[in-house]
């Protein structure tokens, strides 16, 4: 059985777990390891300040309390993302506005976002998906023009550059994920970046469920009670110090998974120059992270049909999101401005592959043989490309 996902150990985390425990100094959050894993994040990626949380969703959930989101703003984001993108705000009492995403990189197509701006815009919320970066240069000038907030959902972007700017830096803030199906994971786990002084001491603040704790320890009270709104979001010792094994091997995990990525691509070529299916778009002021590889096939149906196959195979393929402004909830609390275009067909086709940290390279040479057997020459090539053309 070839899975979906496996979790990446290196084994340098079972050594950091054991010192906390042998150390038995604090295991509760904002430990040793919190502050090893906080300012490890901020030297890699030139952040002014990180704050570990308990998951990417608490992390947004986080910078939506702390644009003082409230009852009637509304924040853009694309449809195609994970439900936590939305709630987090919707939490707050905003409604969503949905735009279009880009057919290339499945990104918030940043030529849409400008008709969805109203006078109760507040926020716009650009998602790095599959770790390859959306438009931050047009997306940071439209912010600037109306005077709005960036919050940059790279979930998947630990590891991601646009113009040699990580992502999850560029916008007022950023949310990492930590989760176990991402790069670099400690279980459940997030970050929240702020990337202006002047959210610093507040989101703190808000991390410890609205008290000047984190003053009190570095002296600059000499007690600490309840100031603002918060809650726990601070993950205990025992994640900071698993995922700091991880963090401090960032280049071998990323080597890895970036050599699996350019085996699915170079192997899975020539079934895509003969236009029986596509594979993902890489802007050129992209450096991505391999967080995932998938094919777009022709449609539902064939999509259904290959996952099925590969099943057969024991090899664990999957679809991912549905888009929000066609669920029930996002139906209720947000709204889809401008024409589906992309959304909706390109999530249809979008299948992904087996990618992990230590998947062998006949682990991919064999799910790529049994898509190429799929889609065999002799029983189904000449239909497919008639099929594909005609859509095109």
Known sequence: MIPFNKPAVIGDEVDYVNELINNREKFSGDGLFTKKCSALIEDLYDVKKVLLTTSCTHALEMAAILLDIKEGDEVIMPSYTFVSTANAFVLRGAKIVFVDIRSDTMNIDETKIEQAITNKTKVIVPVHYAGVSCEMDTIMEIAEKYSLFVVEDAAQGVNSFYKEQALGTIGHLG?????????????????????????????????????????????????????????????????????????????????????????????????????????????????????????????????????????????????????????????????????????????????????????????????????????????????????????R
């Not at 001491?201 to 991390?207: D, V």
């Not at 002021?285 to 998938?294: D, L």
């Not at 239909?383 to 594909?388: A, G, L, P, V």
């Open 175 to 391: 949310c990492y994920s930590f989760h176990e199906t991402k790069n670099y994971n400690c279980g459940e786990g997030g970050a929240l970046l702020i990337n202006e002084a002047r959210f610093i001491e507040r989101a703190e603040i808000i991390r410890e469920k609205g008290t000047n704790r984190s003053k009190f320890f570095r002296g600059h009270v000499d007690k600490y009670g309840w100031v603002d709104i918060g809650s726990s979001y601070l993950p205990s010792e025992f994640n900071a110090a698993f995922l700091y094994g991880q963090l401090r091997n960032v280049t071998l995990i990323n080597d890895d998974r970036l050599s699996s990525w350019n085996l699915y691509y170079e192997s899975l070529k020539p079934l895509a120059d003969n236009k029986v299916l596509e594979l993902p778009t890489v802007s050129e002021f992209c450096g991505h992270n391999a967080h995932m590889f998938y094919i777009k096939v022709k449609n539902l149906e064939e999509r259904s049909n290959l996952i099925e196959h590969l099943k057969t195979k024991e090899i664990g393929a999957v679809f991912h999101y549905i888009p929000l402004h066609s669920s029930e909830a996002g139906k209720k609390y947000g709204t889809f401005i401008g024409t589906d275009l992309a959304t909706t067909v390109e999530s249809e086709r979008l299948l992904r592959l087996p990618l992990y940290y230590d998947i062998t390279k006949e682990e991919v040479l064999n799910i790529v043989k049994e898509i190429k057997a799929y889609y065999s020459v002799e029983n189904r090539g000449d239909q497919i490309e008639r099929n594909y053309s005609s859509r």
